[in-house]
């Protein structure tokens, strides 16, 4: 069961936002859910994790999550966290926001 009217658990800065797929396009960011999606195949970190939002063309690679932080939010996955993220375009175009919350997934019996 996921509540989006919680305060986040962990905020950080998006990384690689000037190599993403929005790049030229990030003043069409908006303040809202995005998706974190694994990214074993990355050939500088087998652990990275992908910060994607949608948009009218499809889904689109905003950047990553800072390093220091996947192997911990792929544990807390592991062992049955679910991992929800928002992004706050506040401060662009310096950085954008990353809102994670973690809450442990309920399983009806």
Known sequence: MTNNDHTPLVSLTVAGIAHGDMKGHLGELVDGPVDLRRDPNNPADPNAIKVVVTTKEGPKRLGFVPAIFCPI?????????????????????????????????????
């Open 73 to 109: 939010l792929l544990n807390l996955r592991a062992a049955g966290y679910e991992i929800s993220a928002t992004i706050s375009t506040r401060h662009l175009p310096h950085n954008i926001g990353l809102h994670l919350s973690i809450e442990k997934k309920v399983t009806n019996v």
